[in-house]
């Protein structure tokens, strides 16, 4: 199974100029954690999250016109082609303990897979089981140095 079998291929963005207000209402009305920036010229620049939203906006007093491309995770995204095997996807997302993958083709947003997009892809309850406990680490840890 190949990655653009299973991506989203509706994908919420946001450019890496607009302002941070911006990314977080979208996600209150598209009911997303997750969004993909681009540059200017719509290539992916990184991502932002609701957790780049609470912790470099909220608990550090910016303003809500702050640029999105000074709060984004813009280094070690996890990135993939739509003709890559899944399966090789998943273990990535298992060893790099990231749970969404973009899916970019000739540098341009074309997607998005989640891990429960490849658990449910997998049929596999084993595969499907392991990924989710090497992602589950990665939060464990979180909340243990918290």
Do not use: Y
Request: glycine share 8%; aromatic share 2%.
């Amino acid at each position: 199974m190949r990655c653009k079998d299973v991506m989203v291929t509706l994908v919420f963005r946001c450019r890496d100029s607009d302002p941070v207000q911006k990314a977080a209402r979208l996600m209150l009305e598209e009911q997303v954690g997750f969004i993909p920036v681009t540059d200017e010229t719509g290539r992916l620049a990184g991502v932002i999250t609701d957790r780049d939203l609470a912790l470099r906006v909220l608990a550090e007093d910016k303003p809500a016109r702050t640029p999105i491309k000074s709060v984004m995770t813009a280094g070690g995204l996890l990135t993939c082609h739509p003709d890559d095997d899944l399966q090789a996807l998943a273990r990535r997302m298992a060893k790099e303990k990231k749970g969404r993958a973009v899916v970019v083709e000739g540098g341009k947003v074309v997607g998005v897979i989640s891990a429960a997009d490849v658990a449910v892809a997998e049929g596999s309850m084993e595969r499907a089981g392991a990924l989710m406990r090497a992602l589950s680490r990665r939060e464990s840890a979180i909340v243990a140095r918290s």
